[in-house]
């Protein structure tokens, strides 16, 4: 389970209330900042799907990762709104969950969209995930996983 999101309740885009300790124990953690405001958001969003929906949804044997949506978006509206339209089945922590300016601080989010990947206790494999997934697609899973130091038998 990573420690930073210990406690707390996560959110699909159909609205149903996840435990984050059930749905991130043993998976690769990548916190996806964005807005659906947000022309670069808009832009990598449908990417991150499909490497999402590659990794997790297609495959034979799924692999141990998953994403949680934090909302730089101006309501719990727009934030819906830009799951509904563009995420893959990935989690959300709350719109009204103030831990999301947390987030943002300890993880230093001046630009959005960022997506880091964190190891189970919080520290950042990667905060330069975006780039990654654009340069070498789903290869740089087995980095996050190797880094993550966690998944010890996948192979992707």
Same mark, same amino acid.
């Given at each position: 389970?990573?420690?930073?999101?210990?406690?707390?309740?996560?959110?699909?885009?159909?609205?149903?209330?996840?435990?984050?300790?059930?749905?991130?124990? +043993?998976?690769?953690?990548?916190?996806?900042?964005?807005?659906?405001?947000?022309?670069?958001?808009?832009?990598?969003?449908?990417?991150?799907?499909?490497?999402?929906?590659?990794?997790?949804?297609?495959?034979?044997?799924?692999?141990?990762?998953?994403?949680? =949506?934090?909302?730089?978006?101006?309501?719990?509206?727009?934030?819906?709104?830009?799951?509904?339209?563009?995420?893959?089945?990935?989690?959300?922590?709350? =719109?009204?969950?103030?831990?999301?300016?947390?987030?943002?601080?300890?993880?230093?989010?001046?630009?959005?969209?960022?997506?880091?990947?964190?190891?189970?206790?919080?520290?950042?494999?990667? +905060?330069?995930?975006?780039?990654?997934?654009?340069?070498?697609?789903?290869?740089?899973?087995? +980095?996050?996983?190797?880094?993550?130091?966690?998944?010890?038998?996948?192979?992707?």
């Amino acid at each position: 389970m990573v420690d930073v999101l210990g406690g707390r309740r996560l959110v699909t885009r159909e609205g149903t209330v996840v435990e984050a300790e059930a749905a991130l124990q +043993n998976k690769v953690v990548a916190l996806y900042f964005a807005a659906g405001r947000c022309a670069p958001s808009r832009d990598f969003t449908p990417l991150l799907c499909d490497f999402y929906t590659e990794l997790v949804s297609e495959a034979r044997r799924p692999a141990p990762f998953e994403v949680v =949506f934090v909302s730089a978006d101006r309501s719990a509206e727009e934030m819906l709104d830009f799951m509904r339209e563009l995420h893959g089945s990935w989690l959300a922590l709350p =719109f009204h969950d103030p831990y999301r300016h947390e987030l943002k601080k300890r993880y230093d989010i001046t630009i959005i969209p960022k997506l880091v990947v964190i190891k189970q206790n919080g520290a950042v494999i990667t +905060n330069k995930g975006r780039k990654q997934i654009r340069e070498h697609g789903l290869a740089c899973f087995q +980095n996050w996983v190797e880094a993550a130091d966690v998944f010890q038998n996948f192979s992707g």
